[in-house]
């Protein structure tokens, strides 16, 4: 998902709901900072690249190890077609 598509989907719930939109960005954001201590707990997949779902909401962080580094590369909506964000 690209900066703008996530901008996009915060957009789309604060037209719903603007405490939905809060949640989003605070899971989203919680999921982010998780990352910090808990990045090795899920498995990589063959290119490396490693996952967390977010527990309220249709998306998942996907995310790479780098040596000093976390590199978030894509949130992504579970509807859109699988791998859209490659």
Partial sequence: ?????????????????????DSFRTSIKRVIENLATTSMHAAADVDGVRRRVLKDFPFTVFYVLEEHAII?????????????WK
């Fill in 72 to 84: 978030v590369i894509a949130i992504a909506h579970h509807r859109r077609e699988p791998g859209y």
């Fill in 1 to 21: 998902m690209a900066r703008s598509d996530l901008i996009n989907a915060i957009r789309w719930y604060q037209e719903r709901n603007r405490s939905t939109a």
